[in-house]
């Protein structure tokens, strides 16, 4: 059965395409032959190969403008392109390489190196998948790491809060009921005053500590609940 990695071959030589089929075959990869740029493109408009061999020079696009397509348009399926040319100058082997193309192969080519580039290649592209989908799996565990601190943060935000302002709010609040009820000339309603003013010059500092304390400043509040430790508060 041919495998369900596809290969896909174009050039322009009649010749060339048989034996590269068969160099395919034999590997047991499924080939998909074609003899154009633009026959290059329209197959992986159909489905994206595990692995492209372009031939330098073709009708209508050439082996490099196929390639660069190919990159463009499906970067994230990491590709890999092999130049199969009877070009073989190193001006143009580097400037093949320089566009894109990850390997280069001249014509006439030894029948087993070209087996080892392929297969080569082919490890390649399974390397950078598992380390595109490494990464995709980091990328959701920080996430989960990040949303899991944001609720402990907010969490621990609150029980300071609850904690620390609660008391002297309390305090306030029966001070100015305590004010409702005295009169004016009452030692008690000028008592029940400076109270409430200096609660509210706690509750003040406490949310101005609140601005700077740092995540790692904590202290046991109740079983295994931390809260933020805001240091001692002044009093009057």
Same mark, same amino acid.
């Given at each position: 059965m041919p495998s369900e990695r596809r290969i896909l071959i174009a050039d322009i030589d009649e010749d060339s395409r048989i034996v590269? *089929?068969?160099?395919?075959? !034999?590997?047991? =990869?499924?080939? !998909? +032959?074609v003899q154009s740029g633009q026959e *290059? /493109?329209?197959e992986v408009s159909r489905g994206v190969p595990d692995l492209a061999i372009l031939d330098y020079m073709m009708p209508d696009l050439n082996g490099v403008q196929v390639c660069q397509t190919i990159k463009r348009d499906h970067p994230q399926d990491f590709v890999p392109v092999l130049m199969l040319t009877a070009r073989d100058t190193v001006r143009d082997k580097v400037a093949a390489l320089a566009d894109g193309v990850d390997d280069y192969i001249t014509k006439p080519f030894n029948y087993e190196e070209l087996q080892a580039r392929v297969n080569a290649l /082919? &490890? %390649?592209? @399974?390397?950078?998948? @598992?380390?595109?989908? *490494?990464?995709?799996?980091?990328? &959701?565990?920080?996430?989960? %790491? !990040? $949303?899991? $601190? &944001?609720?402990?943060? +907010?969490?621990?935000?609150?029980?300071? *809060?609850a904690h620390q302002l609660g008391q002297p709010l309390s305090s306030i609040l029966l001070n100015c009921f305590l004010l409702d009820q005295l009169p004016k000339s009452d030692p008690k309603f000028v008592g029940a005053l400076a109270a409430i003013k200096s609660d509210a010059k706690r509750m003040a500092e406490m949310i101005e500590k609140l601005r700077?304390?740092?995540?790692?400043?904590? $202290?046991? =509040?109740?079983?295994?609940?931390?809260i933020l430790k805001l240091g001692a508060d002044s009093k009057e």
């Amino acid at each position: 059965m041919p495998s369900e990695r596809r290969i896909l071959i174009a050039d322009i030589d009649e010749d060339s395409r048989i034996v590269v *089929a068969s160099v395919v075959s !034999v590997l047991g =990869y499924t080939p !998909v +032959v074609v003899q154009s740029g633009q026959e *290059a /493109l329209d197959e992986v408009s159909r489905g994206v190969p595990d692995l492209a061999i372009l031939d330098y020079m073709m009708p209508d696009l050439n082996g490099v403008q196929v390639c660069q397509t190919i990159k463009r348009d499906h970067p994230q399926d990491f590709v890999p392109v092999l130049m199969l040319t009877a070009r073989d100058t190193v001006r143009d082997k580097v400037a093949a390489l320089a566009d894109g193309v990850d390997d280069y192969i001249t014509k006439p080519f030894n029948y087993e190196e070209l087996q080892a580039r392929v297969n080569a290649l /082919l &490890r %390649i592209r @399974d390397l950078n998948r @598992d380390l595109r989908k *490494a990464n995709e799996e980091l990328q &959701r565990m920080q996430q989960k %790491i !990040v $949303e899991q $601190e &944001r609720q402990l943060a +907010v969490g621990q935000l609150a029980g300071t *809060a609850a904690h620390q302002l609660g008391q002297p709010l309390s305090s306030i609040l029966l001070n100015c009921f305590l004010l409702d009820q005295l009169p004016k000339s009452d030692p008690k309603f000028v008592g029940a005053l400076a109270a409430i003013k200096s609660d509210a010059k706690r509750m003040a500092e406490m949310i101005e500590k609140l601005r700077s304390v740092k995540a790692s400043d904590q $202290e046991q =509040y109740f079983g295994a609940t931390q809260i933020l430790k805001l240091g001692a508060d002044s009093k009057e």
